[in-house]
């Protein structure tokens, strides 16, 4: 079956510089969107680059050996980079989370690490510092990124089969390289991992229970994603979107579940846990189970846009004030003057909708700002 592939419009001009607000907006460690949402979670992209071509994030027929990457002087650098998220944390984030493309791409990551690591939160404890990866790198990676100060790491892991990682990922990269990863990130301690599989109905949800066999006991907390319409190439059909009530299913008729209370606010999954005591899994259903109510999630891409969900369709230009000669409560009352009125709810849109069709605009592609 052909793979439908929508052509790319350069969603990344789709932005606006933000002003420095008239009346100065004081950071207090409790900034509040329009829904009274906190500002908790900022996600980091440090490269649009990435060595995977994931069908639901990248499609190889558009990001083919001509698509124009962002050039070096256009990413924020490192210094940069963790000036605007010190601001971030002083209008209240404890937790960054470094995301692409593929972030261990960018090099030195390290460097930029031990500095996000040096910062604290606004009660001066220290901020919860992940890293979203396809773990085609972390062997190698991990114990500098242990050493640099890493927590935790996410790892993306689409299925077992080699042909299955292959159907779902388009790139030529064996399975077992991966769980090589996971094991050298375990042993440096960068837990507890998480292990997130998008689940595609009809490409890989054959390698659900797999997968759950395979951590189940293991310490790692496997995450089972429905298949969302992130960005505008992939091509999205709800008819291939399993949901994640099928997905608790099929495992509890073998490995039987109970359910656990959300960790934290803001939680994109649902968690479950063993009835045998021998660990735990998560769903994120954007698709059938909308969590936009508590979403304290902003994303920063790589070159210093400000974007307000997912799905935004428009970004807000910060580099403008981080290379100019804003001060830092300036870009404080900036970054204030665009959380304030937010009022996005995309997933609870989307589900007021007939199947397949989405809401407004042309969204932001994934690859760009970070899952
Ligand atoms: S759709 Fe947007 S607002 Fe809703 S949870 Fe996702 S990122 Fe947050």
């Known amino acids: 079956m052909s793979e439908r ?17 008239a009346q100065a907006i004081a950071a207090t460690g409790q900034l509040r969107d329009a829904r009274g949402r906190a500002l908790r979670d900022l996600r980091i992209s ?13 499609p190889k027929e558009i990001f083919d050996k001509d698509y124009q990457y962002l050039p070096h002087s256009a990413l924020l650098t490192f210094e940069e980079i963790t000036r605007v998220a010190k601001v971030f944390v002083a209008h ?12 261990l791409l960018r090099k ?15 009660d001066g404890a220290p ?3 992940t890293l979203t990866t396809n773990g085609s790198l972390l062997r190698r990676k991990a114990q500098a990124l242990k050493d640099a100060g890493l927590q935790r790491v996410t790892v993306s892991l689409d299925g077992l089969d080699d042909a299955v990682f292959r159907a779902m990922n388009d790139v030529d990269f064996p399975v077992a390289d991966v769980l090589d990863g996971i094991a050298a990130a375990q042993a440096v301690g960068l837990g507890p991992i998480k292990v997130n599989m998008v689940v595609k109905r009809g490409t890989n949800d054959d390698q659900i229970l797999p997968m759950a066999r395979h951590f189940k006991g293991s310490g790692v907390v496997l995450r089972f994603i429905e298949y969302m319409d992130v960005g505008a190439t992939n091509g999205w059909r709800m008819d291939e979107v399993l949901p994640s009530a099928k997905v608790i299913e099929r495992i509890h008729r073998e490995m039987p579940l109970v359910p656990l209370e959300q960790a934290a606010e803001g939680e994109t999954a649902q968690r479950w846990a063993y009835a045998d005591g021998s660990g735990e899994i998560g769903v994120i259903s954007s698709v059938t189970q909308a969590f936009c109510s508590d979403c304290n999630r902003a994303r920063l891409s790589t070159e210093g846009q400000l974007y307000l969900c997912l799905f935004a369709s428009e970004g807000h230009d910060l580099r403008h004030l981080i290379r100019g000669d804003a001060s830092d409560e300036d870009l404080a009352s900036a970054i204030a003057s665009v959380w304030q ?16 069709s989405t809401p407004g605009k042309r969204r932001v592609e994934m690859s760009y700002i970070g899952g």
């Open 5 to 21: 592939v929508i052509p790319l419009i350069d969603q990344r001009l789709q932005t606006r510089a933000v002003p420095i607000p």
């Open 46 to 58: 440090v490269t649009d680059r990435c060595n995977f071509r994931c069908s639901y994030c990248m």
């Open 92 to 103: 209240g984030v404890q937790k960054l989370r470094l995301t692409g493309g593929e972030p």
């Open 108 to 122: 030195h990551l390290e460097i930029l690490i031990e500095q996000l690591a040096a910062l604290r939160t606004v």
């Open 127 to 129: 901020l919860d510092i």
């Open 341 to 356: 009125p937010r009022a996005d709810r995309y997933s609870e849109l989307r589900a007021s909708l007939p199947p397949d």
